[in-house]
């Protein structure tokens, strides 16, 4: 019985015992239970669902707004009220979401840059204040898994140099702007950002991205897990040092999650795997990361941009008033394992 296998039964028989199931090794095939499906699946975030005013009057930075969480992200904060600062490198796209928000009655601002520049940090704060008087939240969601530059079309034969590979083939582009980016771009972003705060003398919150990668050792991935690690470290400590201001600090660390980054790096795996098809081992092992669900079901969904996007925006509001340094596994029981 292969790990897969055996991990399903194994799990499934701890479900069947938990509610009364009937239950037998499934490779038999003498004991059929009923289906779990309607058991275990839960229905993601409904797309549309939003909580009326809950940051009207609040000034929020979205880091990475063009695409994927950060977009889902400015879209719903600004239905509940929140003066959004988008901020991305895309210039096109990024602009094209924050005007659907003024198109559609919500208040935001566009900020196009690199968050791993000093300038672009700056300029993000001060168009919060400048806008709207002050800061209140802000969600460091931009990162990257590789050092292609996302606007780039795959070509993996001329980019293979700055894709995820093991530390003996790693490049130091690779490296460098996958780190520059994650790192210390969380760094300078959170560096601006308390700043204001503190000087406001207000509190606020903030929730900083991460991923499993920054909870567990993944392989081929150094940078990638290394600037994770990094963002939860930062997050932490930013906790600590910032409390005394009422200030929150968080991070949400997702598994697979259907985005356009996900989805170009399932793209550069295979690209990779048939170029190393000779040297298997020199590819990432698995870089779409199984949920404790998928274990039951393997025909279990990603998780949605809402759905991780809902916890985010849980984490800025009051109901999550005691909550601070935690690094929040919204990974759909990934970890757990």
């Known amino acids: 019985m292969n790990r897969r296998k055996m991990l399903k039964n194994t799990m499934l028989g701890a479900v069947a015992a938990s509610t009364g199931l009937a239950y037998a090794n499934l490779e038999s095939g003498l004991i059929a239970p009923k ?21 009207k009057g609040k000034t929020m930075i979205v880091t990475g707004c063009a695409r994927g969480m950060g977009m889902t992200a400015v879209r719903r904060a600004a239905k509940e009220g929140a003066n ?12 094209a979401v924050i005007d659907g928000i003024v ?39 931009a990162g990257v898994m590789d050092a292609i530059h996302p606007s780039e079309p795959i070509n993996y034969e001329k980019q293979k140099h700055l894709t995820f590979s093991r530390c003996h083939e790693a490049t130091d582009e690779y490296w460098d ?5 994650n790192a210390t771009g969380m760094f300078k972003c959170l560096r601006e950002e308390l700043k204001q705060l503190v000087a406001q003398k207000q509190g606020g919150a903030i929730v900083n991205v991460g991923s499993v990668a920054g909870l567990r050792g993944f392989s081929g991935t150094p940078s990638y897990v290394a600037s994770k690690h990094a963002v939860n470290g930062l997050t932490k400590n930013a906790a600590i040092d910032y409390a005394e201001y009422g200030i929150r600090v968080n991070s949400v660390n997702m598994a697979n999650t259907s985005t356009s980054m996900v989805e170009r790096a399932y793209k550069l795996m295979m690209a990779k795997s048939k170029a190393n098809k000779d040297n298997p081992g020199s590819g990432i092992s698995s870089i779409k990361t199984q949920s404790l669900l998928q274990f039951t079901d393997s025909e279990h969904r990603d998780s949605t941009p809402e759905e991780q996007v809902a916890i985010m925006l849980f984490l800025l509001s009051k ?19």
Request: proline share 3%; hydrophobic share 35%; glycine share 10%.
């Open 35 to 55: 289906s779990l499906s309607g058991e275990i699946d839960v229905d993601p975030v409904d797309p549309n669902y939003f909580i009326p005013n809950r940051f």
């Open 84 to 95: 959004i600062v988008g901020v991305d490198w895309l210039e096109k796209e990024g602009k």
């Open 103 to 141: 198109n559609d009655g919500g208040s935001a601002k566009f900020v196009h840059g690199d968050i791993s520049t000093n300038e672009t940090c700056r300029e993000m704060v001060q168009k919060a204040v400048e806008s709207y008087g002050k800061l209140d939240f802000a969600i460091n969601n």
């Open 177 to 181: 702007v996958v780190m520059r980016v």
């Open 319 to 337: 109901e999550a008033s005691y909550i601070t340094g935690a690094n929040w596994a919204t990974d759909g029981g990934f970890t757990t394992f």
